[in-house]
């Protein structure tokens, strides 16, 4: 069994970074989808490939997977610099601005 290990990105419909702080292992499907000819819907009989599990470390999601013998694959993420104003939202009001007030 094969499953691959991966910190999620961040959503494109906001800038926040809400659940990428955890490790996740997802495992590969090992049968191909179908699609059902009655109404469309593609599907699978590959159950494991609904299950996706949760780890706060990267280590705790390799021991898991080695305790229970699943070879998994690494993928790293892209790590990028926070970008903090010094005032944040409140610097956009700032009454000591030294720019001129474009908005």
């Given at each position: 069994?094969?499953?691959?290990?991966?910190k999620?990105?961040?959503?494109?419909?906001?800038?926040?970074?809400?659940?990428?702080?955890q490790?996740?292992?997802?495992?590969?499907?090992?049968?191909?989808?179908?699609?059902?000819?009655?109404?469309?819907w593609?599907?699978?009989s590959?159950?494991?490939s609904?299950?996706?599990?949760?780890?706060?470390?990267?280590?705790?999601?390799?021991?898991?997977?080695?305790?229970?013998?699943?070879?998994?694959?690494?993928?790293?993420?892209?790590?990028?610099?926070?970008?903090?104003r010094?005032?944040?939202y409140?610097?956009?009001?700032a009454?000591?601005?030294?720019?001129?007030w474009?908005?």
């Amino acid at each position: 069994m094969r499953a691959r290990i991966y910190k999620p990105a961040k959503t494109a419909m906001s800038s926040g970074t809400a659940k990428t702080k955890q490790w996740v292992l997802e495992f590969m499907p090992t049968a191909a989808r179908g699609i059902d000819p009655l109404m469309g819907w593609t599907s699978s009989s590959d159950m494991n490939s609904q299950v996706r599990l949760y780890f706060d470390d990267l280590e705790a999601a390799q021991d898991y997977a080695k305790d229970r013998g699943i070879e998994a694959v690494v993928t790293k993420a892209k790590t990028r610099k926070p970008n903090i104003r010094p005032g944040g939202y409140g610097d956009n009001f700032a009454t000591d601005r030294k720019g001129a007030w474009t908005h």
